[in-house]
């Protein structure tokens, strides 16, 4: 149900070395409503390019199994990051000039906590994600959900000669079999006054941390600011700011505009100082991964000696986090209900 990628998604070089393994596992986003369903199980290993520098899964896996009915996530029942979006969108509608009927696009809007945040009445409000129409029931009526992959002909369909003032991807754009065709593909369709908002995992942070649960099959990509920065070049876009936060273990949300754009500040200092940290971590070398690599295997002895070590004296383990980093771990170190 998978296959092996033989060259990078990004430079399309076939230099791409592997930095840690963490076995074959069931699709970690995936919760079956019986513990009799099939769930397909795919290898969870990273690959480095030496070329473009970007950290990726070796592997590629189905979309319509990942993203099908029993995919688990849903933005609105964790409270934390409902006020983490809305505040987000509270920034971001300051940092443009609306007029009535202008476009706000949130791609992978989930159940639309993030186009629910919007206070401007005066907008069109578009979602667009696969699996939207199993949420279907929390999108307001004055939203259109278009229920497909991004990019999508539906929107230029729907709204021909239209651009977005406002274009949200977030915790997705790791997502991608492509990510390139992704950023370009959003330059189309940004209006030339508009900013493009992404958050998602860093990379630095999941080193740093030892986050080897922020690992799944979903998660294609693992970025570096230096990573998007290029991309972003490459689509004739540029970095207006970006701040490094504490969500999902460690993420950094960067914000985006036309290159020739200049009715936007851009928070140089910060950019700047971040790409520096980057550099002095030895990013663009092998070093830091094999470094992870031994850290989360002399993590995985500790925990099960740690679990052994309880059961043997008559204890009960219970396990408390995100699902589909808890679906790692437990696959990673064999753990099981006995």
């Not at 409902?82 to 509270?90: C, M, P, R």
């Not at 609306?98 to 009445?121: E, P």
């Not at 207006?240 to 009715?263: E, K, L, P, Y």
Request: glycine fraction near 6%.
């Amino acid at each position: 149900m998978s296959y092996e990628i033989k060259k990078c998604r990004l430079s399309k070089s076939s230099h791409l070395i592997s930095v840690l393994d963490l076995g074959n596992q069931y699709l970690t986003g995936i919760f079956p409503s019986s513990k009799n369903e099939p769930i397909s199980k795919g290898p969870l290993e990273l690959v480095w390019c030496e070329d473009s520098k970007l950290l990726q899964l070796k592997h590629s896996f189905p979309l319509d199994q990942m993203y099908g009915d029993n995919y688990g996530y849903r933005s609105g029942l964790n409270q934390s990051m409902v006020n983490h979006l809305t505040q987000k969108v509270k920034l971001l509608e300051n940092k443009v000039l609306f007029n009535s009927k202008d476009i706000v696009i949130d791609i992978g809007s989930n159940d639309a906590t993030t186009l629910k945040a919007y206070n401007r009445k005066d907008i069109i409000k578009v979602g667009i994600d696969p699996t939207g129409k199993k949420f279907k029931k929390y999108y307001n009526d004055d939203m259109i959900l278009i229920s497909d992959f991004f990019p999508t002909e539906k929107f230029q369909l729907k709204f021909p000669n239209k651009k977005a003032k406002i274009i949200t991807s977030i915790a997705m754009i790791y997502d991608l079999e492509n990510p390139l065709n992704f950023f370009q593909s959003i330059a189309e369709i940004l209006d030339e006054n508009g900013i493009w908002h992404f958050e998602q995992s860093y990379l630095p942070s999941m080193l740093e941390t030892n986050a080897y649960d922020t690992i799944c099959h979903e998660h294609l990509e693992y970025y570096t600011l230096g990573n998007i920065k290029y991309m972003l070049e490459q689509a004739n876009l540029k970095i207006i700011d970006v701040q490094i936060n504490d969500i999902n273990g460690g993420s950094f949300a960067v914000t985006a505009a036309h290159m020739h754009s200049n009715i936007f500040s851009e928070n140089k200092a910060t950019i700047d100082s971040i790409l520096a940290k980057e550099q002095e971590m030895g990013l663009s070398t092998l070093n830091p991964f094999r470094e992870f690599e031994r850290r989360v295997f002399e993590h995985r002895n500790n925990l099960r000696k740690l679990v052994s070590s309880l059961v043997s004296d008559g204890k009960k383990v219970f396990g408390y986090g995100a699902s589909t980093k808890g679906n790692v771990i437990l696959q990673f170190c064999g753990f099981s209900s006995k």
